[in-house]
């Protein structure tokens, strides 16, 4: 088995990745290989990628925004893990993961942030009133300048090429009121993620326009995202809206804690 850099063609080789994962976000794969080649890590056995591992650099942080190491092999996630950290020149690093396999991270001395739930939405109906005008209101003609500033007051970086570039695909559906933003993108045939999805303070209401709004739009496909566990409000959003729980995922991270806004984070 070989364990090292992820190879510029790996596209012909992590299929099997992708059918032992439905949610495996390929897309994003390639664009922080484009973005940071640095720090994207693979194990291949019999030359097919059988576990992957990436992640973005912000001003203060590292997020490890890829993980995927297929069941057979679960063990080389230790391996992926002493590559990346030892190649992110001591640098911060935080990491979103499976609660079930937190102890992989957890050997390399991560501490623990906060639990997030993994929502996902399977197209049951939901009622809810969807005009035009609140079309209008979350249409997100102001997109750009709205999740530049909420994003900078909710994590506390500065990731601004990554809001207006990175995290953004062809396929993107861009919504925000004036007191918030959601993101969601095409993962797959049957998926779409949202990612981000934040909100400033006190502003419920507009939260769930723009909720009612992705599933206006997406509803025909399976929708999931990632929500922080104890922020009650939130989870309640989420549930009423046909949500269902999908697993629990423990923020981790490595040297400083990112010190995040976790009632203003809708999705990360």
Same mark, same amino acid.
């Given at each position: 088995?070989?364990?090292?850099?992820?190879?510029?063609?790996?596209?012909?080789?992590?299929?099997?990745?992708?059918?032992?994962?439905?949610?495996?976000?390929?897309?994003?794969?390639?664009?922080?290989?484009?973005?940071?080649?640095?720090?994207?890590?693979?194990?291949?056995?019999?030359?097919?990628?059988?576990?992957?591992?990436?992640?973005?650099?912000?001003?203060?942080?590292?997020?490890?925004?890829?993980?995927?190491?297929?069941?057979?092999?679960?063990?080389?996630?230790?391996?992926?893990?002493?590559?990346?950290?030892?190649?992110?020149?001591?640098?911060?690093?935080?990491?979103?993961?499976?609660?079930?396999?937190?102890?992989?991270?957890?050997?390399?001395?991560?501490?623990?942030?906060?639990?997030?739930?993994?929502?996902?939405?399977?197209?049951?109906?939901?009622?809810?009133?969807?005009?035009?005008?609140?079309?209008?209101?979350?249409?997100? =003609?102001? @997109? %750009?300048?709205?999740?530049?500033?909420? #994003?900078?007051?909710?994590? /506390?970086?500065?990731?601004? +090429?990554?809001?207006?570039?990175?995290?953004?695909?062809?396929?993107?559906?861009?919504?925000?009121?004036?007191?918030?933003?959601?993101?969601?993108?095409?993962?797959?045939?049957?998926?779409?993620?949202?990612?981000?999805?934040?909100?400033?303070?006190?502003?419920?209401?507009?939260?769930?326009?723009?909720?009612?709004?992705?599933?206006?739009?997406?509803?025909?496909?399976?929708?999931?995202?990632?929500?922080?566990?104890?922020?009650?409000?939130?989870? =309640?959003? @989420? %549930?009423?809206?046909?949500?269902?729980? #999908?697993?629990?995922?423990? /923020?981790?991270?490595?040297? +400083?804690?990112?010190?995040?806004?976790?009632?203003?984070?809708?999705?990360?």
């Amino acid at each position: 088995m070989f364990v090292g850099y992820l190879r510029n063609d790996f596209e012909e080789d992590i299929q099997n990745i992708l059918d032992s994962d439905n949610l495996f976000e390929l897309e994003l794969l390639k664009q922080t290989y484009k973005a940071f080649p640095q720090y994207c890590f693979a194990a291949y056995e019999e030359g097919k990628v059988v576990g992957v591992i990436s992640a973005y650099e912000f001003q203060k942080h590292i997020f490890i925004n890829v993980i995927n190491v297929m069941k057979a092999h679960e063990e080389i996630l230790t391996r992926l893990l002493k590559l990346l950290i030892q190649n992110t020149s001591s640098m911060n690093i935080f990491v979103l993961i499976d609660n079930k396999q937190k102890h992989f991270v957890e050997a390399f001395n991560f501490k623990m942030h906060s639990y997030f739930y993994r929502f996902i939405h399977s197209g049951e109906a939901v009622p809810f009133n969807f005009s035009n005008s609140i079309a209008k209101q979350v249409s997100g =003609e102001d @997109y %750009e300048n709205v999740s530049k500033r909420i #994003d900078k007051e909710v994590f /506390l970086d500065n990731r601004e +090429e990554y809001i207006s570039k990175d995290c953004v695909f062809s396929n993107s559906l861009k919504l925000s009121t004036e007191t918030g933003f959601l993101h969601s993108y095409v993962v797959n045939k049957r998926y779409i993620r949202i990612s981000p999805w934040l909100m400033q303070s006190e502003s419920f209401l507009d939260a769930e326009k723009l909720l009612r709004g992705v599933l206006y739009y997406r509803g025909l496909k399976k929708i999931f995202g990632f929500a922080p566990k104890d922020i009650n409000e939130i989870v =309640e959003l @989420y %549930e009423s809206y046909k949500f269902k729980k #999908d697993g629990t995922y423990a /923020l981790m991270y490595l040297g +400083e804690m990112p010190n995040l806004k976790l009632e203003n984070l809708y999705a990360i």
